[in-house]
């Protein structure tokens, strides 16, 4: 199906540990997003991309990398996994409308990546 | 900042019912504003998204209102059915596409 793809769906740390998430998306969007969903907190934005090549900080950055060598994926990566990044992590894709970045549709999420940092 | 708070935290109605979801933000210089369904342990489903020069949109049962002026947008939800308990949230959107979400209505809907 077309749409979002994040691997992996599940996965335990130990502390200090490293991973990379991955999202792929095959509607051609132009911008893609990570954001984290935690209890009592909402979804927040951790990094998002405009285009290939292109990355920016989003609201809560500390602790992650991301890349986005193709225009299809974009990758999270946690260097040294911490407690604190216990979380659930989404990726989403979007497009701008016909009248430029003044308005966007077509958002996508995943199904989500529940990360555990024990 | 942006802050996008959602009223109320959650809502039990009988089946049949029609309801209203509202959603407030702080800074009314959004391009958007786009309501989502989630189901336990699932991602988010798009339900309506209103561009910033709309004043609604509709699709089936569900109708999304935005008032930039008041910082409001409602989702009203008309003949309510079990299958659409869920978490509800609301996300403003602003440059590049970037989201602020609202912490979300649990709605439950009782037969």
């Known amino acids: 199906n077309a749409g979002v793809t994040q691997t992996p769906k599940f996965r335990v740390l130990k502390t200090g540990q490293s991973m990379t998430l991955l999202c792929a998306q095959d509607?051609?969007?132009?911008?893609m997003y990570w954001y984290r969903q935690d209890p009592g907190m909402g979804l927040r934005l951790i990094h998002y991309?405009?285009?290939?090549?292109?990355?920016a900080k989003g609201e809560v950055p500390d602790g992650y990398n991301v890349s986005r060598l193709k225009k299809q994926n974009f990758l999270l990566g946690l260097e040294s996994a911490a407690p604190s990044q216990t979380s659930v992590y989404f990726c989403?894709?979007?497009?701008?409308?016909?009248?430029?970045?003044?308005?966007?549709?077509?958002?996508?999420f995943g199904s989500g990546t529940r990360l555990t940092v024990v | 900042k942006q802050e996008v708070t959602q009223i109320p935290a959650a809502l039990s109605v009988p089946e049949g019912e029609n309801l209203v979801l509202n959603c407030s933000f702080t800074?009314?210089?959004?391009?958007?504003l786009q309501w989502f369904r989630q189901d336990p342990g699932k991602g988010l489903t798009s339900l309506l998204l209103i561009q910033s020069s709309q004043r609604e949109q509709t699709s089936g049962r569900l109708n999304a209102s935005l008032d930039k002026s008041s910082g409001r947008s409602t989702l009203y939800i008309a003949a309510s059915q079990p299958g659409d308990s869920a978490t509800y949230l609301c996300a403003g959107g602003t440059s590049y596409g970037k989201l602020t979400f609202g912490q979300g209505t649990i709605l439950t809907v009782h037969p």
């Open positions: 509607m051609n969007h132009e911008y």
């Open positions: 991309s405009v285009g290939e090549g292109t990355t």
């Open positions: 989403a894709s979007s497009r701008t409308t016909p009248s430029g970045a003044q308005g966007f549709y077509g958002y996508t």
């Open positions: 800074d009314s210089a959004i391009y958007n």
